[in-house]
Each structure stands twice: as structure tokens, then as C-alpha cells.
């Protein structure tokens, strides 16, 4: 029997079968809901729903809402409001709790579903997903941006997010696009920023054109060591901005160099790819605005290449 703090048992529908939809479904599926069907367009989406929801059937998405009390649409941002619309064409029984997991829409895209009676909310997981059983564990060590039309759909998205172990977190429908931009900005970006820094550093190592490879390590070739260098100092500071904030900031810009920064640029533009140079020199005039570095270094940074 479920007590009042322990949300009831319910039959799980989603679309569809992505990483978010699979990872969320496994979470609930630990905690004893039953995820009864699921949309799986690609074979690579049908192979990870047998995997990760076996006891899901796979339906289009008339059946899987003819089948849910609680209905997941976990589809890109650019497909919500069509997923919207079919599922409302589908007539979703009063009361179905239907939730969307889009980072940058609240619950107000749902309206065509809160006027058939569904409850709406939007819960969002701050967490990025890989496609793997290892996506169910993440869940419970994420935050989730929760957004309902009131208090009722709140609280049962707090309630929803709670049972997978992970934290609910309130945004105001106002500020849904800030609140995902700020995540893309700090993890997305992140990517392009790592991807730019191993692209000059495994030319520092091998050479323009590979020529120093085989003589790179004392212990041979090594295809990771950009990866292996740059890891752990990435991870140190990532650690360190967390904790501390623009006072983990190191390194020349921190130092007001601008000598070794102008050094710096001159080396980043001579790579094939002048995205590199610019990233560098546009996230250095951040860290400068951060810091208290001089007139010199900003004017450096603020000259166009």
C-alpha cells in the first residue's frame, strides 16, 4: 500500500526511445513503474528499448497513449510541438500526467494537452546521457529543472524526480531559455573548447604533420596522450572553478602577461583551422573581464586577427 509521501504506481508511456526517453525509463522501471510501451523509430532506438525497457512494447504514438497514465515526451526541442500535436490528436484520457524533458520550453507548450485534462509539467534533466545502462545511475546523481502550471503538477514532478534519486529544482516559465542556455553555454560549449585545446596541443606533440608520432612518449606511440595530458587538468579545473569560482582563475590572463598571451595567439593562428585563435582570444577577453588584467592584455584581445 503507498503512503502519502509515496507516489503510486503507474503505467509509463514514452517518446520515444532516445537516450533521455531510455535513461528516465529505467529510472522509474528501478523504483517500481511500469513502463508498458514506448516509440522506437530507428533500429538503433528499437535496439536500446529491448535492451533498456524490455517489458515496453513498441507502438506508435496512438498506442502508447491509449496505454499510459504517465506519458514521457522525450524528443529534440525541434520536435516537441509537432509530438504535441499528435499526441493530442490521439485524446490522452483526463488526467494522464504528461510531462516533456526540453530543456528550454516550460510547461505552456503542453496547453494543447492541459485543456484535455492532462497534467502538465516540464522536468528536465541536467545531465548529459550516453545511450547506456550507466544513464540510469547518472539520473540519480542529476538536477532537474522542474516547471508546472501549478502547484498540483509540481508537486508531482518533485515527487517523480525524488523517486529516481535525483534533485527537483523550480524554474519559472519566464526563465526556461535562461536556464538552458546557461547549461548549453557550461556544457555544450565546453565540448567545442576541449575539442580546440586537443586540436593545438596534438600539434605540439606530433607536429603539423605528424612527423614527431613516433617519437612523442619515452615509451612509443601514444594515439591519447593530448587526452592524457590535458585530462587531468581539466578535470582540476573544473573542480576548482565549482568550488571557488573566477578566483580559480590561473595562468597569463590571471597574470596580466599579455606578452606570452600575444605569444599565444601568434602560435594559434598559424593552425589550419582559425576557429581555434578565435575561440581562444574570445574566452581569454572573458577571463580578462574576470580578473583584474590591464588595459594592454584587453587591447591585445580586443584586436581583430
Known sequence: MNSPMTPARLRVGIVSAGRVGTALGGALAAVGHDVVAVTARSVQSQARAATRLPSARLLDIPGVVSQAQLLILAVPDTELSEVIAQVADAQPRPGTIVLHTAGAYGANILAPLAELGAVTMAVHPAMTFVGTSDDT???????????????????????????????????????????????????????????????????AIEGPTGEHRNTATVDGPDSGLAQRILGPLVRASLENVLDMGPAALTGPVARDDAATVARHLDALAALPDAGVVDGYRALSLRAAGQSAAGEELRDLLEKQS
Not at 146 to 152: G, P, Q, Y
Not at 168 to 185: C, F, G, K, N, Q
Open 137 to 203: 545511475v547518472r539520473v540519480a546523481s542529476s538536477c532537474f529543472g522542474i516547471t508546472a502550471v501549478d502547484e498540483i503538477g509540481e508537486a508531482i514532478a518533485a515527487a517523480l524526480v525524488l523517486e529516481m534519486g535525483g534533485t527537483p529544482v523550480r524554474i519559472a516559465e519566464s526563465d526556461r531559455t535562461l536556464y538552458h542556455a546557461s547549461l548549453a553555454h557550461g556544457a555544450n560549449n565546453l565540448i567545442a573548447l576541449i575539442s580546440d585545446a586537443l586540436t593545438a596541443l596534438t600539434v
